[in-house]
Nanobody, 125 residues
Framework: QVHLVESGGGLVQAGGSLRLSCAAS????????MGWFRQAPGKEREFVSI????????YYPDFAKGRFTISRDNAKNTVYLQMNSLKPEDTAVYFC??????????????????WGQGTQVTVSS
């Protein structure tokens, strides 16, 4: 069993930055990829960024490119999300997720096996 715990959320003004962390624990943690998703009130959960665990290949949707950076520390079993130039529309609960296997639909939340409890990010205008 894998346990994911997010931290680093909070309240920030527009244009500010936050760094989210996701610490994983489990007897043998070796996912294929890790992802960040977010869900705003009344909206579906959406893909924010992905990183493959072994080679560190990253993926971003258009809204995150140039502003968000995902990284990982394999030794610490931790994945990070650096978010810069935050906008009010970035306000959401941010979730960390882990997938054990490859999927061509790595942007879909249905392709992940483990989830954290989420951390709230609020960006004020």
């Amino acid at each position: 069993q894998v346990h994911l715990v997010e931290s680093g959320g909070g309240l920030v003004q527009a244009g500010g930055s936050l760094r989210l962390s996701c610490a994983a624990s489990g007897r043998t943690f070796s996912p294929y990829r890790m992802g960040w998703f977010r869900q705003a009130p009344g909206k579906e959960r959406e893909f924010v960024s992905i990183i493959t665990w072994r080679f560190g290949v990253t993926y971003y949707p258009d809204f995150a490119k140039g502003r968000f950076t995902i990284s990982r520390d394999n030794a610490k079993n931790t994945v990070y999300l650096q978010m810069n130039s935050l906008k009010p529309e970035d306000t959401a609960v941010y979730f960390c997720a882990a997938a054990q296997n490859y999927s061509p639909r790595n942007y879909s939340d249905t392709e992940y096996d483990y989830w954290g409890q989420g951390t709230q990010v609020t960006v004020s205008s």
